[in-house]
């Protein structure tokens, strides 16, 4: 207390030298404790955040640092973990992995445009539309293929797997099957790769009696897959 007095003191122009005489506190007392009360606090929590995040390749959120800190004896609750973060700059940076869903390198026969851009059917089960994705998640990345029906632009069927073999669209369309029950004539359109150019996925198509339909332009030497099976 004598020491903040003196600080209050010292700012109303009257020397250190005489405040401490009255109030009987050593002056070399005095300027250690100011030069104490000057150095910052070091946070342990703050720094062993710190070695956590950049150990991470700086991609870990508050949700994981506080799992890590845990791991290392360190409770603390995800808000402080955030003001943390906020205090020493510390921001995720996600480096998005580039990865190729769609394989037209091939030579196997490719179905029409049907579809040409109809994007929007009076109905339900008249289009549906397929996809291939990756999401990450806990155990890495993985293949997302849905069915989308252009209607109500809900997802009908999905299917999930580490790689992106034939018969993983064959399951999410095997899903949407199950669960809607189309009736033959249902257009089933997608991109020109080579999951769905192949034979199961074909031949699933022709056994519910449905038509295929390709985003992709006729070119000369393309092989459109109505000749291809005729």
């Known amino acids: 207390m004598s020491y903040q007095l003196i600080c209050l003191l010292q700012q109303k122009a009257i020397p250190v030298q005489q405040s401490c005489r009255v109030l009987e506190v050593s002056r070399s007392g005095f300027y250690e404790a ?6 910052p606090m070091i946070c342990k929590t703050s720094t062993h955040l710190r070695a956590a995040f950049m150990a991470s390749h700086q991609s870990y959120g508050s949700r994981r640092l506080v799992t890590a800190l845990e791991a290392q004896g360190i ?84 299917a999930m797997a580490p790689s992106m073999p034939a018969e993983l669209v064959c399951t999410a369309l095997h899903m949407a099957i199950q669960q809607r029950q189309p009736e033959p004539g249902l257009i089933v359109h997608s991109d020109r790769g080579s999951q769905y150019v192949c034979g199961q996925y074909q031949a699933l198509l022709v056994k519910h009696g449905f038509v295929c339909s390709m985003s992709v332009r006729a070119t000369v030497g393309t092989m459109q897959w109505q000749n291809a099976s005729s």
């Open 34 to 39: 100011r030069s104490r009360l000057a150095k």
């Open 75 to 158: 409770q603390v609750g995800r808000y402080r973990v955030r003001c943390l973060m906020r205090q020493a700059g510390l921001k995720p940076v996600w480096k998005r992995k580039f990865i190729h869903t769609t394989d037209s390198k091939h030579n196997l026969p490719i179905a029409a445009n049907i579809l040409d851009r109809q994007f929007n059917p009076v109905a339900p089960n008249i289009a549906w539309v397929g996809d291939i994705t990756y999401i990450r998640t806990g155990s890495g990345w993985l293949y997302l293929a849905i069915v989308l029906d252009l209607f109500s632009r809900k997802v009908v069927g999905w």
